[in-house]
């Protein structure tokens, strides 16, 4: 099978490349207050899903942002050892733990909401909204053919 190539480089490099620098950007956002960029993602799904009377436990952070559970394990224990988080305990089921989000944590959460949403707007600058419509309909797709893939 043929590459495909856009604007000389391959498709994967490309796709890296941007996602390096949002991942940089975002790094240096949050390194302030001593958090990953994936740290910070993983306040803000909490911060909006129990905003939304939804608790989160960590299969629901390893399937929205894809990622292996001993991974998530790690992220978690160090967001719980510097106070950004608390797993506790649900009723229901002991074994269970939810992810309670600490007042340190909901204080810088909404200290950079806007920061974020203006990074998130400075990705988009310049595209209307077809674009962007086509842009995260083909995100998609490259993320389904990399979960059908054989590689």
Not at 69 to 98: C, H
Not at 113 to 133: G, H, K, P, V
């Amino acid at each position: 099978m043929e590459s495909k190539h856009v604007f000389g480089e391959d498709v994967g490099k490309c796709i890296m490349n941007t996602a390096h620098q949002i991942k940089f950007s975002l790094n240096s956002i949050f390194e302030q207050a001593g958090l990953t960029g994936l740290q910070a993602r993983i306040l803000g799904f909490v911060r909006f899903n129990s905003e939304n009377g939804r608790d989160i436990f960590q299969k629901d952070i390893e399937a929205e942002f894809k990622i292996r559970r001993s991974s998530v394990s790690s992220v978690l224990d160090n967001m719980e050892k510097n106070g950004f988080i608390s797993r506790q305990s649900v009723e229901s089921d002991a074994r269970l733990k939810k992810i309670v989000l600490t007042e340190k944590a909901q204080d810088i959460s909404k200290q950079h909401y806007q920061t974020i949403l203006r990074f998130e707007n400075s990705l988009l600058e310049n595209m209307t909204a077809d674009e962007i419509a086509t842009l995260k309909s083909l995100l998609s797709k490259v993320a389904e053919n990399i979960e059908g893939s054989e590689v």
